[in-house]
Structure formats: structure tokens, C-alpha cells
């Protein structure tokens, strides 16, 4: 057994007029009641959000939870929550986004950052963000994968969803679709790839990952008569890998890979673009499924879905994959202070 515990894994509870405090709180307290695995003792959690707002939510939920302000210097107590206070910029009504509210929502981003930065946590656990309400509030954002890169001032990061028995990487990540094919490039895919293979053997522990790579257009291009990026980008790049002795397979067409047969022996699928990828990922295991930042300086987890503001305050949301997130997160933690020494 492990008997230092780690830092503490810093949970952003995401766009407050939505289920992220809900599914924070829910998933925290559920984390909190485990037994320790794995011969390490569970990493600490702090949620990051407005202390009085974290708290009537609790309150409206039930949890036999007691919050109280975060302090590095005092240990949380059995059943104690400890909250690290971002006051809100306006009260909530749950369901009505709020510009208002959006700096709030990236000052839960900063403060997690900034405590990685200086030693305080271990890592973050993100709750769903609204990305429209945050763009009309005139700060332009297309979501935690890109932002978290700006901010660590890394030039690529990989966005990848894990699911049931299946991981999907995205070779782009918020585009819209028509800039897809320009963005895939012989060397921006060459540094995708080299991304996902160093952090499915560094965060995954496979030692010679396996992974299948789809084609862009239908039927991977049907031998350049429906497109050309497979013969020209995609192929030449598995070819590199390849020589360096990678086992990366493809381009596979899309709409045949995700079945059985190719996927058994696959650690993960690089998809090209998000509605290529995800809507597999999603469909095997939405609800239960976590998403996972590589390529970044820090440890980044989150859920599979989104602010389901339809469900906000109902008591509804499953948490599931907000605790999916955390035990991921707590999974990296051990297996970076195995390789470190504990920090
Ligand atoms: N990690 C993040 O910050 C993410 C943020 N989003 C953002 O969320 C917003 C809403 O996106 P939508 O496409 O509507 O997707 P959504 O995931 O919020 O909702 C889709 C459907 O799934 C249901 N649902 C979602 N989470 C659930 C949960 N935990 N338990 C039970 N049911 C759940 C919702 O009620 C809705 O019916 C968008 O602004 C999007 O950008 C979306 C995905 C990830
Ligand atoms: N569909 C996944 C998603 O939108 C998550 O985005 P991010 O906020 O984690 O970058």
C-alpha cells in the first residue's frame, strides 16, 4: 500500500446553470465512500466551483456531505468535501445559461491549472462546459481540449474518448466540417500519432500499442476516386510509422472499422474528425464513457457528455461517467508516481 496519498485530483464543476455540480458532487461522494485499489490509497478530490451554490446543491440532493472551504494546510475530514471557492458572477437559474456566468466557468479551468502548476493537485476532472454561452460572451473557446493546450502553451494535444472496450481518437477535434480535410496534414497527423502511441504506453501501460487508423472519405477514398487524402496524407504517414517498427494499421473505411473483427485486437481507433469517431464511441457506452486529454503537461480527464441543461435540478443525471473520469485520473496519478515517486 501506498501510505502518502497523493495530492488531491482538482474537479471543475463546469457551466453551474447545468448537471456539473450535480454529477461532481454525486460522483465525489460515491469516490470518497470506495475502498483504495490497486495498492494505492484513493487520490483526494477538491471541487472547484461557488461554496454556497456547491452546497445548497448538495443539500437539494441529499448528500450526506459536508462542505467546507479548501485549505492545503488542513486535511479534509472523513465525509468532508473540501471546495476550492470561485465566487459566481450571477445567481443561477438551472436550465438558463447566463453570460454572465462564463468568466466564472473559465476561472474554474485557470484555478485548476494554476494548483497543478504549483504542486497543489495532481491533476483535473472536468465537468461539461457550455462552448455556445462562453462564445457570446465574446470570448472565443471551442472547448477544454484546445483551451487547456493554449494555456500550457502546448503546440498539440489529442482529444480521445474511452468507452466499454474501446478507445477513439480524433486525428482534429472542434472544426467545422468543411476545414477538416485542410487541417489534416502529413505532419500535423505524424504528431497526432506520435501523441497517442507515447501516451498509451506512458499512461496506459501498453507497451506496443496497436492502432487502426481510418480514411477520411467514404469507403477510405475508394482508390482516389472519391477523394484523395488517403493516398496522398493518411497512407504515407501509417507507412512512416510503420517502418519505425509501430504497429499502426489502415487507412480502414470508417463505416466497416468499428466492428468486431477489426476491433478485438485494437488498442484504440484514430479517427479523423469528432462526428466520425464519437457517435461509435457514444453509441457503445454514452453515459459511462470518459475523455481523456493527451499530449498535455498535466493530467486531464472528463465526461462523455455534455451541460444536459434539460436535466438540471431534476436529480436525474447519472453520474457514472464523472466517476469513470476520477478513477482514470486517480489510474494516471499512480501510474505517473510510480514512474516519479510519488508527488
Ligand atoms: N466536456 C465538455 O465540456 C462537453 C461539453 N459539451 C457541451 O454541452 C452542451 C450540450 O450538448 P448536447 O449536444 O446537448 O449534449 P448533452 O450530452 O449535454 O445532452 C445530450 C442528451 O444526453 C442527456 N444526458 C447528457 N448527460 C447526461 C447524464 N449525465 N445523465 C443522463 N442524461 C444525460 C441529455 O439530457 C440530452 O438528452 C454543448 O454546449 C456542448 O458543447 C458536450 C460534450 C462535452
Ligand atoms: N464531444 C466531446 C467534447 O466536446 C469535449 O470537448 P472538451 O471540452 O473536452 O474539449
Known sequence: MNATPSLPLAITTGEPAGIGAEISLRAASEWLNRPSQNNHSQTPVVLVGDLDFLTQTAHDLSLSLQLRRYDPLNAATPNTLDVVHIPLHAPVTLGQLNVANAPYVLKLLD????GITKQFFSG???APVHKGIINEAGIAFTGHTEYLAEMTE??????MLAGGDLRVALATTHLPL???PAAITQPSLAKTLSILLNDL????NL???RVLVTGLNPH???NGHMGREEIEVITPVIQQFQAQGHDVRGPYPADTLFQPRYLQDADAVL???????LPVLKYASFGQGINITLGLPLIRTSVDHGTALDLAGKNLAHSGSMLAAIQCAHTMVCARSNTQGNI
Not at 154 to 159: A, D, G, I, R
Not at 201 to 204: E, R
Not at 271 to 277: C, E, I, N
Open 111 to 114: 484555478t485548476a491549472v494554476m
Open 124 to 126: 483535473m476532472v472536468t
Open 154 to 159: 502546448t503546440e498539440q494535444v489529442v482529444m
Open 178 to 180: 468543411s476545414q477538416v
Open 201 to 204: 504506453t506512458s499512461k496506459f
Open 207 to 209: 507497451a506496443s500499442p
Open 220 to 222: 477510405a477514398g475508394e
Open 271 to 277: 479517427a479523423m474528425y469528432h462526428d466520425q469517431g
